[in-house]
């Protein structure tokens, strides 16, 4: 009965941003702490960031800290993921989910100069 549904990727140079959003469906994504994950062919998905449901209390993984930015606009069901000063190893497919398990399609980065 639910889904997510990740957008805002696409191809830019090094040094450039994006804004990912993550919106679900059929779900109160207010009452979940929702994670920002990506992968590349042949490899483990990996956690990038985090954001929890209650105290706003945030992760990021040491890779993007003060590069990246998680937060959420709950009247939207959406958590978004600002990603600045990206480098070519930022080129992955990023999804989101509130549970390890649920996953959208992903939304593909590529940095390329």
């Known amino acids: 009965q639910y889904h997510f549904v990740e957008s805002g990727g696409g191809l830019v140079q090094p040094g450039a941003s994006l804004r990912l959003s993550c919106t679900a469906s059929g779900f109160t994504l207010e009452n979940f702490a929702v994670g920002w994950f990506r992968q590349v062919p042949g490899k483990e998905r990996e956690r990038v960031s985090c954001?929890?449901?209650?105290?706003?209390?945030?992760y990021y993984a040491d890779f993007v800290k003060g590069r990246f930015t998680i937060s959420r606009d709950n009247a939207k069901n959406t958590v978004y993921l600002q990603m600045n000063s990206l480098e070519p190893e930022d080129t992955a497919v990023y999804y989101c989910t509130a549970n390890l398990r649920n996953w959208g399609q992903g939304t593909q980065v590529t940095v390329s100069a």
């Open positions: 954001i929890s449901s209650s105290d706003g209390s945030t």
